[in-house]
């Protein structure tokens, strides 16, 4: 293959990068390239996602390819511009909430379920009094849930949608962003060959992280650390969390440690759903997933502790996947432990996890005692949470809830950006969870809005979205 002309080249088909194609091609005719160092949809195959051992593919079959994270994540759109990122900084609230709004039309165009969860301000309202009454706060938010097939199936459809618009490269990485002077002319990838655009878009996800650290440094960007999130997946009977799940789906719970003052958060629930493994890079964390249609018996969620690091440590990746490394050496993988087990501070043995009420989902794990692993401001902030949380939902604190560690959200560095989400570098654009601005299918999709919309304003194209320019091949209800 020979190097390539374009207009605008994107690096990352995740949702930021899908995103801003699916804008830029409505509203112009741009020459659009999409490049991503994993798999296409139908290729990529993770053993987790039908519940074997993970393979540790790389690129990691989970995270990288068209779709990116978003592909085979669990697909809840989050409704609120309270939760998901931090692209209110960037845009304000107003037009992050019309973004938002704007966005899920886009995924219902594509096939997103109609059902909404958070909507009946009644219960909702019950339910932050009692939660204010145990010390916790409830954040109500607006949830769609795709499901993870479900939401492989809208990713794809974006795909089938784009693919006679857009120039697709998979199994292609990135390695140089190609600058002259100040300005962005392209971007290299992997065999040397060379995509020349006017515009680049960096949309590379968590996976692509290091690597977007590695063209800061090379492009004298200036980064900002984020916090680092460390805790546990909690696995309780589905019906011990129905009176929040049947209304919120995704029970947005926060909680100060009376013992560090910390925040302490509840993360990513997953009613009826499964406890899976993922990888960041060589570490080994857990995570949870639930399908649309396939139920389990348990419901999982994270309870995490945020943690900023001020000077002079500067390294909150490195400490998050140390103790995830901790986490892999003494177990090989991932620690389950009963919570009755940890309490009476012994380890749990496969015995014990044998005749627990709670059956583990995630089936690899290996009996063990976390308090080898977490730092005892972690443990003991988590277990009081899960105290207050109790009086909440009576039975989350029994003996037989399960514990599985290590849960580490890592979030890349912050780059320095405009509004309009440009680097210093002129047209050279950074988006999405890689660039540290969004956490979120909702936020990273917003943010490739963002920036498509910029591009559409230099090159003199209109905003306004138009019945000629509407998707032709999927439902007309934006
Ligand atoms: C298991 C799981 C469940 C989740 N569930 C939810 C959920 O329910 N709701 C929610 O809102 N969020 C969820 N998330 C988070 C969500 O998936 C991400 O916030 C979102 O996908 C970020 O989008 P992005 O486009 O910024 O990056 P990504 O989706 O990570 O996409 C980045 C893409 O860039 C590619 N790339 C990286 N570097 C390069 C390079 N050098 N060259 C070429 N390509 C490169 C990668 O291969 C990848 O395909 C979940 C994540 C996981 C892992």
Known sequence: MGDIEADVVIIGCGPAGIFTALELTQKSDLRIVMVDKGPDIEKRICFTRMGRECAGCSPCAMLCGWGGAGAFSDGKLTLSADVGGWLENYVGREELLRLIDYIDKVYLAFGAPTTVFGTNTDVIEELQRRAQLAGLKLIPVKIRHLGTEKCADVIKAMRDYLSSRVRILTERQATRVLVDGSVVTGVELAGGI???????????????????????????????????????????????MEPLTRYLYEPKLIYYSKCFDDQVRTFCFNPYGEVITEFYEDVMTVNGHSFLNKKTKNTNFAILVSTSFTEPFKEP??????????????????????????????????????????EPTLKSATPGDLSFVLPYRYLANILEMLQAMDKLTPGVYSRHTLLYGVEVKFYSSRLELTKELETKVSNLYAIGDGAGITRGLIQASASGVVVARSILQREGFSLELTSENLPKNVPSNL
């Open 194 to 240: 060379k995509v020349r655009a006017k515009y680049v878009v960096l949309a590379p996800g968590r996976s692509g992280a290091e690597w977007l650290k590695k063209i800061t440094k090379e492009l004298n960007l200036k980064a900002y650390n984020n916090p680092v999130d460390i805790g546990v997946r909690v696995e309780v009977p589905a019906p011990v």
């Open 317 to 358: 990746i490195a400490y998050g996947k140390y103790i995830a490394r901790l986490a892999n050496l003494l177990s090989g993988g991932i620690i389950v432990q009963r919570l009755g087990d940890l309490e009476e501070g012994r380890r749990s043995t496969p015995e014990r996890i044998k005749r627990n009420i709670v």
